[in-house]
């Protein structure tokens, strides 16, 4: 029970825990750092900003700009909590067009890092220098210096060791710090920016206009992927570049949006952008995009989290209609919406073998119609007749294998899964074939296999990701693989995120088949690739892999089994691909030959059974 008698409790927390609670919400990571940074040195007017980075920000964070610079005073009042020199009443949150404004960052920075400040104005003779650790000043004096500011942040949660313990590996840090980099960069295209990490520069950013500082950051092959948008209205101005379908991914990442140059993340927006591109693209891809919306400062709130992140619109349907619709329009300007062809069906002659030759010889499926008919049937019954029969006709004809020989039909197709217990998916032999039955695809991307109960419908991509999950795993754990030689080997640059990645798992990536070494600067040269890859270009392979593999960074996977899910996930049979039946049959042999052959790596299952009786119910 709560004794009310009890002495004065409350007491007023000393400044250096506040702001060490305070650096909680602000400061989560070395990126959170940079942020704040870089967000400060644009305030200061800055043309040129350098940012050193070691260690991934875990020893040391600079950022040196050559802004307008502090006084002796400014320099110190700096590092206190709520001075700022952006608003100085509550009607300014309101008219907000500076980066930062709560007076909070500095602080929240120098409660659990050492940090030496060094900052000259432009008149002034000498600088000042301020050396912070845990927000006790150890020293204050004048200085030489440039015009300008260099905020040096070392040793990072050196006095919150449990803080510093939950920060990822380097490669995880360094990812989150371009992150932040390449947003403020892109916001301010007019401003050069250059990245220095462990000595190496990784960006060097002249400023120019917004579709050189996009290619700058993301690399010379993001040009042919832009799609200009520009709209201006009295209410808003829309402008920047989205991504061409094509070019969409399976995984979130190269999607910006900006508010009055202040990077926002809102899945609201997002949704409005997705809607533009309906019915182009699956809703499994993400396209890339680069959007900048100008607005009254009067008409948003971006006082909703530290991070400054979130914002709020007076009119968010306005803003959601404004840019689904100029989105839209951008991509049938530039001819990027498909066009109707209303003199043929492109879908019905690619599909039907009596239509296509080139379908007949990659025909894997083997009709077997049973329609009959009578002279005296009626004419329009006849005529039925004779359109069914045209629909199918090619289709009789002998299986075929890839060198277009007829396959021998086999009595009985065994497969028995290494499954301890599993279900017996046929008779009690374990067998799922029939006599004289073939499997055929469904829309190139399922398998269908007659068993004795039914049938068995098998998703090939989830099928195969399966298999070639089991087979790489276990040539990780034995550290043995053939390598196919390229004859030519293939050089690829890649931009600094990727390559960061990349230079990470090359070594993890050997046994398995891939030789690719790094020639410095971001570029590579690729020697050898897994034998029996041979329909995938080595530049969409390396893409697959760097995305599959930070998407599944986030799973806390260990780094075989992230690589041999990323392999898997990259080099398997996707939706689409046309199989005759030989393959057919060994992606099923495969599958159920695996140890566990229900479930894809990524959880997805890959087939499931119809019985002769569910499909009665149904169709009574």
């Known amino acids: 029970m709560y004794l009310c008698y009890m002495a004065d409790v409350i007491k007023l ?48 964070i600079q950022v040196i700009d050559n802004g307008c610079g502090m006084s002796e005073t400014d320099a110190r009042m700096s590092f206190e909590r709520h001075a700022t020199s952006k608003i100085q009443a509550a009607k300014d949150l309101f008219c907000i067009r500076t980066m930062g404004f709560r007076g909070e960052a500095l ?21 000042t220098l301020i050396q912070i650790e845990g927000s006790e000043i150890k020293r204050q004096e004048a200085c030489q210096c440039a015009a300008g500011t260099t905020f040096s942040v070392k040793n990072l949660f050196f006095n919150v060791p449990a803080r510093r313990n939950f920060l990822k590996s380097n490669t995880v840090e360094m990812r989150h710090i371009i992150d932040e980099f390449q947003r403020v960069a892109l916001a301010h295209h007019d401003v050069f920016f250059s990245l220095h990490h462990n000595g190496s520069e990784m960006y ?32 808003i101005k829309i402008y920047g570049f989205v991504g061409k379908v094509e070019f969409a991914k399976k995984t979130r990442g190269e999607q910006f949006f900006f508010v009055n140059s202040r990077f926002i993340k809102s899945g609201y927006l997002h949704h409005a952008v997705m809607s533009a591109y309906e019915d182009l693209m ?94 005296k049937e009626d004419k329009r019954h006849q005529n039925n007749l004779k359109n069914w029969q ?51 695809q469904l829309h190139d991307a399922y398998i269908v296999s007659q068993i004795r109960s039914g049938f068995m419908l098998i998703d090939q991509q989830a099928a195969s990701e399966r298999i070639l999950y089991e087979k790489y795993f276990k040539i990780l754990e034995n550290q043995e693989n053939s390598i196919q030689q390229e004859l030519f080997p293939k050089t690829i640059e890649l931009n600094p995120s990727d390559a960061i ?67 898997a996930y990259s080099t398997s049979i996707k939706k689409g691909k046309r199989l005759n039946i030989i393959e057919m049959q060994e992606l099923i042999d495969q599958l159920f030959a695996c140890n566990i052959p229900y479930k894809s790596p990524r959880g997805k299952a890959c087939f499931t059974t119809f019985d002769l009786e569910e499909i009665e119910k149904r169709l009574n």
Request: glycine share 6%.
């Open 13 to 60: 927390l000393p400044d250096a825990i506040a702001n060490q609670i305070a650096a909680g919400e602000v400061i989560q990571r070395p990126a959170s750092v940079v942020k704040e940074l870089l967000e400060n040195a644009i305030d200061a007017g800055s043309t040129e900003i350098k940012l050193v980075i070691k260690d991934a920000g875990k020893t040391l």
């Open 107 to 127: 602080a929240s920075i120098a409660a659990i890092a050492q940090i030496e400040l060094r900052t000259r104005r432009t008149d002034d003779e000498v600088g």
């Open 204 to 235: 060097h950013l002249a400023a120019g206009n917004l579709r050189q500082r996009i290619v700058g950051l993301l690399g010379v092959n993001t040009n042919k992927k832009l799609v200009p948008v520009d709209e201006d209205t009295d209410i």
């Open 282 to 375: 699956p809703k499994e891809n993400y396209p890339l995009y680069f959007l900048f919306i100008e607005i009254d400062p009067a008409k948003i709130d971006i006082n909703v989290h530290p991070t400054k992140q979130e914002i709020k619109f007076d009119d968010e349907r306005l803003i959601y209609n404004y840019l689904k619709v100029t989105v839209r329009h951008a991509l049938a300007q530039y001819n990027v919406m498909p066009t109707l062809d209303f003199n043929s069906e492109p879908t019905f002659i690619k599909n039907n073998p009596a239509v296509n030759p080139q379908h007949q010889e990659q025909n894997v499926i083997k009709f077997s119609s049973s329609i009959g008919g009578s002279p």
């Open 390 to 440: 045209k629909l199918y006709e090619g289709t009789e004809e002998e299986p075929l294998n890839s060198d277009n020989e007829p396959i021998e039909e086999k009595e009985t197709l065994t497969i028995e899964s290494k499954v301890s217990g599993s279900h017996e998916l046929d008779d009690d032999k374990g067998t799922f074939s029939k006599k004289g039955k073939v499997p055929y």
């Open 501 to 567: 990645v990349l230079n990470e798992i090359t070594d993890a990536l050997k046994p398995l088949g891939m030789d690719i070494r790094s020639l410095g600067q971001n570029t590579f040269v690729v020697h050898g690739l897994p034998a029996g890859v041979n329909d995938i270009k080595e530049e969409d392979l390396i893409e697959r892999l760097i995305e599959q593999y930070q998407k599944n960074i986030d799973l806390k996977l260990d780094i075989q089994e992230n690589i041999a899910r990323t392999m």
